[in-house]
T-cell receptor, first 116, second 110 residues
């Protein structure tokens, strides 16, 4: 299993500002995943973060809006840049157990962002 | 068509009832299938993987029908604590990207 700590757990931000979310894992993992869950919706993958290389972004998400850092095998950050009310969402960090792609996904508790 | 589709519910059932959820997926080459549970204001957690032969874990039974491209989750003898959103999750390519369904909400009432 993996224990994932995310912070902040929630924040209220002004339009046009940026917020960085931190994700700390209690073990070394190759890949970390960032998801967004908008109100009443399911999870959408934003990007996959590998240590030592640029993150891989899914369709509809770009690096300028959601820059990601992955400085080591236990830590990652996601920044939500130039925020608008449409960015109000829960952002979740996730890792996959084991080395197989069929492994269980473990999630942090999420960061609930409200943009005014 | 969405890659993974679920009936959003909500399903309102009394304690002790049996309830079944279905989920359809569009990619016939999908490799792995899961059911996750998400409690209100909490993160998703794995409930069970879904194997080709079907699998059971206590009151929960998961089935996979590859020909019709759907998976199901059956909950027997529902408990109040089963109230949650159940997410159907599919790994379509065998890689590390997983697709989440929108979830089915279940309310179990006394």
């Amino acid at each position: 299993s993996a224990v994932i700590s995310q912070k902040p757990s929630r924040d209220i931000c002004q339009r046009g500002t940026s917020l960085t979310i931190q994700c700390q894992v209690d073990s070394q993992v190759t890949m970390m995943f960032w998801y967004r869950q908008q109100p009443g919706q399911s999870l959408t993958l934003i990007a996959t973060a590998n240590q030592g290389s640029e993150a891989t972004y899914e369709s509809g998400f770009v690096i300028d809006k959601f820059p990601i850092s992955r400085p080591n095998l236990t830590f990652s950050t996601l920044t939500v840049s130039n925020m608008s009310p449409e960015d109000s969402s829960i952002y979740l960090c996730s890792v996959m157990a084991g080395v197989s792609s069929t492994g269980e996904l473990f999630f942090g508790e999420g960061s609930r962002l409200t943009v005014l | 068509r969405k890659e993974v589709e679920q009936d959003p519910g909500p399903f309102n059932v009394p304690e002790g009832a049996t309830v079944a959820f279905n989920c359809t997926y569009s990619n016939s080459a999908s490799q792995s299938f899961f059911w996750y549970r998400q409690d209100c204001r909490k993160e998703p957690k794995l409930l069970m993987s879904v194997y080709s032969s079907g699998n059971e874990d206590g009151r929960f039974t998961a089935q996979l029908n590859r020909a019709s491209q759907y998976i199901s989750l059956l909950i027997r003898d529902s408990k109040l604590s089963d109230s949650a959103t159940y997410l159907c999750v599919v790994n379509p390519t065998g890689g590390f990207k997983t697709i989440f369904g929108a979830g089915t909400r279940l309310f179990v009432k006394a």
